[in-house]
DNA sequence: TGCTTTTTGGAATAAATTTTCCGCGATTGG
DNA sequence: CCAATCGCGGAAAATTTATTCCAAAAAGCA
């Protein structure tokens, strides 16, 4: 006989359903696992991060109390039940890292077939742009907006990858009345370009991995003529981000070894828009 | 002489201090530490719950090493370390969704936050690229496939708008071992880039409403010289539908009167990952 | 190249945490 | 009021987890 005869249904996976059977349960329990059953619904955190030891001594019951409640419900021992309590921490929303796993398994092996692969894409990218919201640097993006603002001249660059990305904010920050030019090299004329730079500009380098080093000197240049730079990346550790004015770092989905840029593209949108509206 | 000799700055006490010291230092750091500061600031959540064994085998470092970089980082141990990336999560960041409303309540409800805008526009990305699974024509897509399969050579051609599009497929075919140029109009030579085409070349023409005069021209003149056309359009109704070849239709999301690319980009992806695939 | 210093990974150690076991005490039903 | 049952807490055992130590490897330097 391994727990209470009543609870022969299997335990709960999620937070959610958990917290419902404690609260049916509640009355059934009996004094000490029904105070446990408190203090589990109040602080949910807690239990999270706590050890036995200390969750113990803060709902006021003994160690050996906290596994059997966790027996209550059907788990093998404290920890199994705890590991619900960190996963709904990690993982809030309908999971990214699960969602986007799941891409690759739920619709099998590559078949290589081009509706295989955009059924994968689509789905990566609309999970990255889930957790976009809830992952960024707010503070960073207003930091942009306000130089952005005020910017005179805004200088754009990003090559290969990101070229894409500096080009549609060159293409929406027209739209928003800037004034905006695009560092490409045509003719060769990458210096030339980034050398009419003045300090009341601001310039916006778009940098990934593997970081390419044209932008990074173009960046530097700017920085020494004392030009603000708005750096879009994705990492702290990117080269140009110790020296960036307002760095914002955006996660993008790979999948098949193709990282996409939705992330960056949504950021540029909004940037853009938000700057559109405020045009007096 | 207990850790690191160039630190002997306390640790910091709060993860937003610990994470700038960390990119501060990381290239100071031996390699392994530079593969775990990397992992730290990636994956910060992880680090928040998992255990030394499992973090260390995510990070694909040895257990020791983690113990180590917290020792360089002025802490007595990893748990220590852990502890700030627990505290993080325990008051700093709410929740997702705490998150979400509160930092509604920080930067106000008013439509110009470039916060709410990104809110709005990742939400309605997201959407789009969830319908497109169930909207797109797949037998264009694959229309679209053999045709570029065969293709000698990849002309590609958007502007204003759309120009991001045709460049990201310029760039995304190229690294999928196809010939691809896009047709810009780099020195106003349009027509000279274009009359370089030949029957067993293929055009890629993206077109959205309102329809640029230049594509249409461009692609007349392929169509004209026998080169298969291949439309990505946003209308059965577009101006080049009609004619081309294979018409793939995507729906875009708009907001704010701004029209996302999302579903586009997601088609380009798959279209050239399917090419990869398939090169002997 | 040969030597010194630093870094790394393996194994052993130490610490902590969780779980089990068992007897005592309270509660309930006869 | 007594007996059976259930719940509880104390303490030890078992397991997991973090840390230290040391030798080998790598990197830097002369």
């Given at each position: 006989?391994?727990?209470?005869?009543?609870?022969?249904s299997?335990?709960?996976?999620?937070?959610?359903d958990?917290?419902?059977?404690?609260?049916?349960?509640?009355?059934?329990?009996?004094?000490?696992?029904?105070?446990?059953?408190?203090?589990?619904?109040?602080?949910?955190?807690?239990?999270?991060?706590?050890?036995?030891?200390?969750?113990?001594?803060?709902?006021?019951?003994?160690?050996?109390?906290l596994?059997?409640?966790?027996?209550a419900?059907?788990?093998?021992?404290?920890?199994?039940?705890?590991?619900?309590f960190?996963?709904?921490?990690?993982?809030?929303?309908?999971?990214?890292?699960?969602?986007?796993?799941?891409?690759?398994?739920?619709?099998?092996?590559?078949?290589?077939?081009?509706?295989?692969?955009?059924?994968?894409?689509?789905?990566?990218?609309?999970?990255?742009?889930?957790?976009?919201?809830?992952?960024?640097?707010?503070?960073?993006?207003?930091?942009?907006?306000?130089?952005?603002?005020?910017?005179?001249?805004?200088?754009?660059?990003?090559?290969?990858?990101?070229?894409?990305?500096?080009?549609?904010?060159?293409?929406?920050?027209?739209?928003?009345?800037?004034?905006?030019?695009?560092?490409?090299?045509?003719?060769?004329?990458?210096?030339?370009?980034?050398?009419?730079?003045?300090?009341?500009?601001?310039?916006?380098?778009?940098?990934?991995?593997?970081?390419?080093?044209?932008?990074?000197?173009?960046?530097?240049?700017?920085?020494?003529?004392?030009?603000?730079?708005?750096?879009?990346?994705?990492?702290?550790?990117s080269?140009?981000?110790?020296?960036?004015?307002?760095?914002?770092?955006?996660?993008?989905?790979?999948?098949?070894?193709?990282?996409?840029?939705?992330?960056?593209?949504?950021?540029?949108?909004?940037?853009?828009?938000?700057?559109?509206?405020?045009n007096?």
């Amino acid at each position: 006989m391994p727990t209470s005869p009543s609870n022969i249904s299997k335990a709960p996976k999620t937070l959610n359903d958990l917290k419902a059977r404690i609260a049916d349960e509640h009355q059934s329990l009996s004094k000490r696992l029904q105070q446990v059953a408190r203090y589990f619904l109040d602080n949910p955190k807690d239990i999270a991060f706590g050890t036995v030891a200390v969750i113990s001594k803060d709902a006021g019951v003994h160690p050996s109390t906290l596994v059997r409640f966790a027996n209550a419900f059907g788990y093998s021992g404290f920890s199994e039940m705890q590991r619900i309590f960190q996963q709904h921490l990690l993982h809030e929303s309908p999971s990214y890292k699960d969602r986007i796993s799941m891409v690759r398994e739920t619709f099998g092996e590559d078949d290589g077939s081009s509706v295989r692969l955009l059924e994968q894409f689509a789905s990566a990218n609309s999970a990255t742009l889930d957790h976009l919201v809830g992952e960024l640097d707010y503070s960073a993006l207003e930091k942009a907006e306000g130089l952005l603002q005020q910017a005179n001249h805004i200088f754009i660059m990003g090559v290969r990858r990101t070229f894409v990305v500096a080009s549609y904010l060159v293409y929406a920050l027209r739209h928003a009345d800037r004034r905006a030019t695009l560092i490409d090299s045509v003719g060769g004329m990458t210096m030339e370009q980034a050398g009419n730079m003045r300090h009341d500009d601001v310039m916006i380098a778009v940098s990934f991995h593997p970081y390419a080093e044209e932008t990074q000197r173009v960046a530097q240049q700017a920085l020494d003529a004392g030009v603000p730079l708005i750096l879009l990346t994705d990492s702290e550790l990117s080269p140009l981000a110790a020296r960036a004015s307002a760095k914002i770092i955006v996660r993008e989905a790979e999948v098949h070894g193709i990282r996409s840029l939705s992330s960056s593209l949504c950021v540029a949108q909004a940037l853009s828009v938000s700057l559109a509206t405020k045009n007096k």
